[in-house]
């Protein structure tokens, strides 16, 4: 697959919490090798020059701003933006073939946060020394997501939770006071809000549901927000359940009611983006970043000042459960100039470089210090909502090789909200693979 190389940037991240990794040992990609010790790490970092920053599209400008300030500061150690697709299947798919071909085109990667396991499992990235980042002042469960067998091999970039964007005019509008915790409150929201004769041609609410890793988080949280959970702390597959149920039930639902908009169902994140700042939906799940554009006064933004956050609602009596997301940046072991990639990694995922992106991106530092900021938070006015909602947050499982387990929940969750399958046959299809996955 052709990549494109760019100057541009990444969106930054957001806060999260996040439940004690899965080990699935499998087949298919898995090596099965034990990573290096931690202790040869420092000497695997030799080599100066020119690296490639592999990462997805950025659309903020704000991580360009910090490759642009390293490069003029490091004229002899350029770094150039290698850009991947939106989807973040391509991306690993992208990432995955690199590395085993051994191709020294990718430097440093910019890596989905259940994907550090699976990389370090291979030999795809490297151990990081144990004193090259200063993990003590990081978010625990962001370097517990960059760690692997009690050992770091990635920078914590960013973390991330879902957040409920909403339309406070049209909520104001309809005469409800505050936004809904709940699906059922959002549904009868929905009534209302629809019901105004502004609204015609408007949808209730869109989250990600095209089958690639947006599908796999948002199945996820409606599980979790039904009380459930795709694997229990054990690694048993457990979507088998009654609460599995109620949350693939609730999805499926809301597409046959057209509460979600048909055409939803190829929507990822910057699509259910585009929706609501055009004003097509009054809800819409995403991920923080997506403020910045929906604030933006340049006359792009149909719904600025026009919207509030909340978390993500609940299903019937429980609370709202985000998914844990977020990046970490690696070393990819096949690249020249090693040593070059560690301190770009340094530089790009210090406290200052977070604090400066953040005039330009939404995504919330890895620093709690910054989280807390009384400056960060007045233009960041959601971080205390964000932090609120990674409180239930739950991890998709870090498994090995996670390409086969997020395949298999895709596959069975879009045949239930295509229609092709009912919730139950779903699940049940679901289950077995997941098993068979597990005891490989």
Not at 42 to 69: H, M, T
Not at 79 to 84: C, G, P, R
Not at 222 to 227: E, F, H, I, L, T
Not at 286 to 300: E, R
Request: charged residues 20%; aromatic residues 8%; contains cysteine.
């Amino acid at each position: 697959m052709r990549q494109r190389r760019h100057s541009r940037q990444i969106l930054l991240g957001t806060a999260a919490l996040t439940i004690s990794a899965l080990a699935l040992s499998g087949c298919g990609e898995s090596s099965g090798e034990e990573p290096e010790p931690q202790q040869d790490a420092a000497e695997a970092f030799e080599g100066r020059g020119p690296i490639n920053y592999v990462s997805s599209r950025d659309a903020s400008g704000a991580a360009q701003d910090s490759i642009d300030k390293w490069n003029a500061e490091h004229p002899d150690e350029q770094v150039t933006f290698v850009e991947l697709p939106d989807s973040a299947d391509q991306q690993r798919q992208q990432l995955v073939q690199n590395a085993q071909i051994e191709s020294d085109t990718f430097s440093v990667l910019n890596l989905d946060v259940v994907w550090t396991s699976e990389f370090a499992a291979n030999r795809w990235i490297l151990p990081l020394p144990e004193d090259a980042l200063p993990t003590d002042t990081m978010v625990p469960a962001a370097v517990d997501t960059a760690t692997y067998r009690d050992t770091l091999y990635g920078a914590p970039y960013y973390t991330d939770g879902a957040l409920l964007y909403y339309r406070t005019d049209l909520l104001q509008a309809a005469g409800i006071d505050a936004p809904p915790t709940t699906w059922e409150e959002m549904t009868a929201a929905c009534e209302k809000v629809l019901a105004l004769p502004d609204t015609e041609g408007m949808s209730c609410y869109a989250g990600q549901f095209d089958k690639n890793e947006a599908l796999t988080v948002n199945f996820t949280e409606a599980v979790g927000s039904a009380g459930g959970q795709v694997f229990d702390a054990e690694g048993t597959p457990t979507v088998n359940t009654p609460e599995a149920l109620a949350g693939l039930t609730q999805l499926t639902d809301a597409f046959d009611e057209g509460l979600v908009p048909s055409d939803a169902i190829t929507y990822i994140e910057e699509q259910g983006r585009r929706a609501f700042q055009e004003g097509e939906l009054v809800f819409l799940r995403n991920w923080p970043f997506v403020y910045s554009s929906l604030i933006a006064t340049d006359g792009s933004s149909s719904v600025a000042d026009k919207f509030g956050i909340s978390s993500v609602p609940g299903i019937g009596d429980n609370p709202g459960v985000s998914t844990l997301g977020g990046r970490n940046l690696a070393v990819s072991p096949f690249t020249e100039n090693k040593a070059t990639a560690l301190d770009f990694i340094k530089f790009f995922t210090s406290e200052e470089e977070s604090k400066a992106r953040l005039d330009k991106s939404s995504r919330a530092p890895v620093y709690p210090s910054l989280l807390e900021d009384p400056a960060v938070v007045e233009k960041r006015p959601f971080y205390p909502t964000l932090l609120e909602s990674l409180e239930n947050a739950q991890a998709r499982p870090q498994v090995v090789q996670y390409g086969a387990t997020t395949t298999a929940i895709q596959e069975e969750a879009y045949a239930a909200l295509a229609g092709e399958k009912d919730p139950e046959t779903a699940l049940s299809d679901m289950q077995a693979k997941l098993e068979e996955l597990s005891a490989e």
